[in-house]
């Protein structure tokens, strides 16, 4: 994303969805007039706490609460693929921006691994609500550039990116007994023999897949940039 942005200059910067302020923190110390902006209470708290400087705004997709054109930069970051409308949501992204707009969405995503596990366990997966047919798109660079048109914006060029993430087993353990994510939600719903399958199938496929003292999990990402060019 920055190496899209180029230098800030004199532009500011919002940043939708943003969480602890992680990435916000990020672009402030990049030189970019950031305003974070993210609806969970929580977290605005723990961004106060870790990144002082920034004062996070409460606001959600799709009615940001920002005239229109009032940023640079929109950056939604792993955030349109948690809002019920997808389109609706990346309109009102345009609609803040005088600028550019980008916006990431997993093309692959960690829950391979834990399809493998429950199986494994012989348990049914875990299957989160989904989008009706009219809001969903192809989880895909294109079927996201795809989706990103049919909103409303600009030009938009979506790249894929690649990676691994070396995790450790003992925290990817904690975020399932902490109810993160998909895995987290089936644990917390399994009675105690259930849990007792589902643990020795984590521990299997760990020990199977790690190397040294990690998990390499295989990740992709689209990130698209969208301008009015």
């Known amino acids: 994303m920055r190496d899209a942005l180029g230098t800030p200059g004199d532009r500011n910067l919002l940043d939708v969805g943003a969480g602890d302020g992680t990435l916000a923190e990020t672009w402030s110390v990049g030189g970019w007039d950031v305003t974070a902006c993210e609806p969970e209470a929580s977290m605005r708290a723990v961004s106060r706490r870790r990144h002082p400087a920034i004062e996070p705004v409460d606001g959600a997709l799709p009615d940001l609460p920002f005239a229109d054109g009032t940023f640079d930069v929109v950056v939604a970051n792993f955030v349109l693929n948690h809002v019920a409308s997808p389109r609706e949501s990346a309109a009102e992204l345009r609609r803040v921006s005088r600028g550019i707009v980008i916006a990431t969405t997993w093309?692959?995503?960690?829950?391979?691994?834990?399809?493998?596990?429950?199986?494994?366990?012989?348990?049914?997966?875990?299957?989160?609500?989904?989008?009706?047919?009219?809001?969903?798109?192809?989880?895909?660079?294109?079927?996201?550039?795809?989706?990103?048109?049919?909103?409303?914006?600009?030009?938009?060029?979506?790249?894929?990116?690649?990676?691994?993430?070396?995790?450790?087993?003992?925290?990817?353990?904690?975020?399932?007994?902490?109810?993160?994510?998909?895995?987290?939600?089936?644990?917390?719903?399994?009675?105690?023999?259930?849990?007792?399958?589902?643990?020795?199938?984590?521990?299997?496929?760990?020990?199977?897949?790690?190397?040294?003292?990690?998990?390499?999990?295989?990740?992709?990402?689209?990130?698209?940039?969208?301008?009015?060019?």
């Open 107 to 229: 093309t692959l995503s960690p829950s391979w691994l834990w399809a493998e596990i429950t199986g494994r366990a012989g348990l049914k997966p875990f299957a989160g609500a989904r989008l009706p047919a009219a809001e969903d798109f192809e989880r895909t660079p294109e079927g996201f550039a795809r989706m990103l048109r049919e909103a409303g914006l600009g030009h938009v060029a979506v790249a894929e990116h690649e990676w691994a993430w070396n995790a450790r087993p003992e925290a990817l353990w904690a975020s399932v007994e902490g109810g993160v994510a998909g895995a987290g939600a089936l644990y917390a719903g399994l009675d105690a023999g259930d849990r007792r399958r589902f643990r020795a199938a984590f521990d299997f496929v760990v020990e199977q897949r790690r190397r040294g003292g990690v998990l390499p999990l295989e990740h992709r990402a689209a990130i698209a940039v969208a301008t009015d060019a």
